[in-house]
């Protein structure tokens, strides 16, 4: 069986931890790998190599880092099959979700191919009489970023390129369940000529995680992953003194307003609810109808569509949803469904008890859809990160409105309308951080930036676009005068313009 290595100054290298982690085929229940949980020394060692390639790669002209950034995006493009093959071999998504990730990952390398133009810094001239100022953006250092499971190759690019175009050197802590597809593209920013030692990538669970947070020379971290831990990750990483953004979990709702084309509402949340098998942090996973004629009308559509379900491995060409990533994960989204029965929601299509032919040792739950959830209920306050829709009938806009902005996380949600009026105003008001019209996963583009609000982001930026930017680097400004310009005589007053 293989074992999988960590990646430091270029080289793969064997942990001689004594710790492992299997890690599984979600589709057949097969182990497929052995993950060596890697030591706070292995850390070091990830650590003294990007220190040693900092200094080189700190003071390489930004065109020249962009041009290494071209390069990986032409063999990130050549190689989106393999990548996909990857993710999907341990994630369990199906290929299509998993080459619409491995797309969504290769933008961020695309942003970070214009770095020069981000890096640009500001120049004011006659600040002073014969005073001139600028101010630019140095890279930190070694910087270090931790990545969850559900976007194995998507989540880390967030990161790493954004981080290392600007002149910093990283090492990357991929998610033990799927840490395959991180290699893959390890083997391609290497073809690509990028110096060793830029990124690094050590495998590991919560020992590695601590060492980053304490490591005096890891100067931010990034996280990605569910909220106990990107609070903790947060407040220890900050107490070290280093600059952290965390991001965490969600529980995303869509308004549908009784005025919206009801079949195209309740598509899009076929795939915003069941894509992924719900495993996205901008699932859908409540649909939020306004009126009671909306939300008959709205289960009337959805029914079907749910009961109708294609779900399979990855390597079934016709799946739209495959299996849950970990046999835990599924038995925890099963604990769910039974506690929604118990708080008495109404169950209209049950996912319980769903064999895929041929693989009924895998991972699988069939798409699983509630109607008359309360506020109250388990099933509506936590996230379940599983293919579970609750159906909240409102009985207003404002009503609506207010349940969301309650709820403990932001980070997206959408809005379903023909009405401009109710869509501003949706906007406007609406407490989270990313917001759908008639989008129903408005994941923002490279060139802005992604981030919730609430109990979904812990730190002031969110992550990648102009944010990611000022995430990685820290402002110098630079007053200027010339002997020409420079009176006699000592001056003790704080200095002003006169
Ligand atoms: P997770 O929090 O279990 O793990 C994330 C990372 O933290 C992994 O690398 C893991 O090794 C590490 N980790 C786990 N337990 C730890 C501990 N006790 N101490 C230190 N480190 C620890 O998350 P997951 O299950 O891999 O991913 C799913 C979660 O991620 C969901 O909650 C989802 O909403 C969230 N997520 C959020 C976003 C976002 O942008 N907000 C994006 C993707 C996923």
Redesign the pocket.
Same mark, same amino acid.
């Given at each position: 069986m293989q074992t999988i290595s960590n990646l430091i100054g270029g080289v793969a290298v064997q942990s001689t931890s004594q710790r492992t982690a299997p890690v599984f085929n979600p589709a057949t229940g097969e182990q497929s790998a052995v993950l060596p949980l890697s030591t706070a020394a292995e850390l070091d060692d990830a650590v003294a190599a990007a220190r040693a390639a900092l200094p080189d790669w700190a003071n390489t002209p930004p065109l020249r880092r962009a041009r290494h950034m071209f390069r990986f995006k032409h063999l990130l493009d050549a190689n989106t099959d393999r990548i996909a093959d990857a993710i999907s071999a341990e994630h369990g998504k199906t290929h299509g979700d998993a080459v619409g990730e491995a797309q969504r990952g290769i933008e961020v390398v695309e942003f970070c191919c214009g770095i020069p133009q981000l890096l640009k810094g500001e120049f004011s001239r006659l600040v002073g009489p014969s005073v001139d100022a600028h101010s630019i953006r140095h890279p930190l250092g070694v910087v270090a970023g931790?990545?969850?499971?559900?976007?194995p190759a998507m &989540?880390p690019m967030w990161m790493y390129p954004v981080a290392i175009a600007c002149g910093n050197t990283f090492v990357l #802590?991929?998610? !033990? #369940?799927d840490p395959s597809a991180s290699g893959v593209i390890f083997e391609l920013f290497r073809e690509a000529g990028f110096p060793d030692g830029v990124l690094n990538i050590v495998h590991g @669970? #919560?020992e590695v &995680? @601590?060492a980053i947070l304490t490591h005096p020379y890891v100067k931010a971290v990034s996280? &990605? +992953?569910?909220?106990p831990?990107?609070e903790? &990750?947060y407040r220890t990483g900050t107490h070290a003194g280093k600059r952290v953004q965390a991001?965490? +979990?969600?529980k995303n709702h869509m308004v549908v307003m009784p005025d919206a084309d009801m079949d195209k509402a309740a598509d899009a949340l076929m795939g915003a609810g069941y894509g992924s098998a719900g495993e996205r942090?901008m699932a859908v996973s409540v649909a939020v109808p306004v009126g009671e004629e909306t939300a008959d009308k709205l289960v009337e559509s959805l029914a079907p569509r749910v009961r109708a379900l294609k779900v399979g491995p990855a390597s079934d060409p016709e799946a739209e949803m495959g299996p849950l990533v970990t046999k835990e994960h599924m038995q925890k989204v099963l604990g769910y469904i039974d506690s929604g029965v118990e708080a008495g929601a109404e169950l209209v299509v049950d996912g319980r008890g769903f064999k895929a032919q041929g693989y009924e040792d895998g991972y699988f739950v069939g798409g699983t859809l509630f109607d008359r959830v309360t506020e109250t209920m388990r099933i509506y306050k936590e !996230?379940i990160?599983g293919p579970v829709l609750s159906v909240v009938r409102s009985p207003s806009y404002d009503h609506a409105v207010k349940l969301i902005n309650e709820h403990e996380y932001g980070?997206g949600t959408a809005i379903f309308t023909r009405d401009g009026d109710a869509a501003r105003a949706f906007a406007d008001h609406i407490e989270v951080g990313m917001v759908g019209v008639n989008v129903p996963i408005p994941v923002p583009v490279a060139y802005h930036s992604?981030g +919730?609000w609430k109990r979904?982001?812990f730190g002031d930026h969110s992550?990648y676009g102009p944010e990611g930017v000022h995430f990685y680097t820290r402002l110098k400004t630079i007053t200027s005068r010339w002997p020409e310009g420079i009176k006699s005589g000592a001056v003790f007053n704080f200095p002003t313009m006169n």
């Amino acid at each position: 069986m293989q074992t999988i290595s960590n990646l430091i100054g270029g080289v793969a290298v064997q942990s001689t931890s004594q710790r492992t982690a299997p890690v599984f085929n979600p589709a057949t229940g097969e182990q497929s790998a052995v993950l060596p949980l890697s030591t706070a020394a292995e850390l070091d060692d990830a650590v003294a190599a990007a220190r040693a390639a900092l200094p080189d790669w700190a003071n390489t002209p930004p065109l020249r880092r962009a041009r290494h950034m071209f390069r990986f995006k032409h063999l990130l493009d050549a190689n989106t099959d393999r990548i996909a093959d990857a993710i999907s071999a341990e994630h369990g998504k199906t290929h299509g979700d998993a080459v619409g990730e491995a797309q969504r990952g290769i933008e961020v390398v695309e942003f970070c191919c214009g770095i020069p133009q981000l890096l640009k810094g500001e120049f004011s001239r006659l600040v002073g009489p014969s005073v001139d100022a600028h101010s630019i953006r140095h890279p930190l250092g070694v910087v270090a970023g931790i990545t969850p499971f559900n976007f194995p190759a998507m &989540v880390p690019m967030w990161m790493y390129p954004v981080a290392i175009a600007c002149g910093n050197t990283f090492v990357l #802590k991929p998610s !033990e #369940k799927d840490p395959s597809a991180s290699g893959v593209i390890f083997e391609l920013f290497r073809e690509a000529g990028f110096p060793d030692g830029v990124l690094n990538i050590v495998h590991g @669970d #919560k020992e590695v &995680v @601590d060492a980053i947070l304490t490591h005096p020379y890891v100067k931010a971290v990034s996280f &990605v +992953g569910s909220t106990p831990i990107a609070e903790y &990750v947060y407040r220890t990483g900050t107490h070290a003194g280093k600059r952290v953004q965390a991001l965490g +979990g969600a529980k995303n709702h869509m308004v549908v307003m009784p005025d919206a084309d009801m079949d195209k509402a309740a598509d899009a949340l076929m795939g915003a609810g069941y894509g992924s098998a719900g495993e996205r942090c901008m699932a859908v996973s409540v649909a939020v109808p306004v009126g009671e004629e909306t939300a008959d009308k709205l289960v009337e559509s959805l029914a079907p569509r749910v009961r109708a379900l294609k779900v399979g491995p990855a390597s079934d060409p016709e799946a739209e949803m495959g299996p849950l990533v970990t046999k835990e994960h599924m038995q925890k989204v099963l604990g769910y469904i039974d506690s929604g029965v118990e708080a008495g929601a109404e169950l209209v299509v049950d996912g319980r008890g769903f064999k895929a032919q041929g693989y009924e040792d895998g991972y699988f739950v069939g798409g699983t859809l509630f109607d008359r959830v309360t506020e109250t209920m388990r099933i509506y306050k936590e !996230e379940i990160f599983g293919p579970v829709l609750s159906v909240v009938r409102s009985p207003s806009y404002d009503h609506a409105v207010k349940l969301i902005n309650e709820h403990e996380y932001g980070n997206g949600t959408a809005i379903f309308t023909r009405d401009g009026d109710a869509a501003r105003a949706f906007a406007d008001h609406i407490e989270v951080g990313m917001v759908g019209v008639n989008v129903p996963i408005p994941v923002p583009v490279a060139y802005h930036s992604f981030g +919730g609000w609430k109990r979904s982001l812990f730190g002031d930026h969110s992550i990648y676009g102009p944010e990611g930017v000022h995430f990685y680097t820290r402002l110098k400004t630079i007053t200027s005068r010339w002997p020409e310009g420079i009176k006699s005589g000592a001056v003790f007053n704080f200095p002003t313009m006169n």
